[in-house]
């Protein structure tokens, strides 16, 4: 199985919003992401300080 490499939040972050997802909220270091395409909110909340 090949390994995944080691990225910040705030890489995956910004690979998400190239992708379609826009931030609709951030609480401290959390962030929630929803995609722009969807009629219901699916959100994708990560810690953008943090290695994934």
């Known amino acids: 199985m ?10 995956l972050i910004k690979v998400l919003q190239n992708d ?3 931030i609709v909220r ?3 270091s959390h962030v929630s ?3 722009e395409n969807f009629k219901t ?3 994708c909340i990560m810690n953008w ?3 994934l």
């Open 2 to 11: 090949v390994k995944l490499p080691v990225i910040s939040g705030k890489i």
């Open 20 to 22: 379609g997802f826009v």
């Open 26 to 28: 951030q609480k401290g």
């Open 33 to 35: 992401l929803q995609k």
């Open 41 to 43: 909110v699916v959100p």
């Open 49 to 51: 300080l943090k290695e």
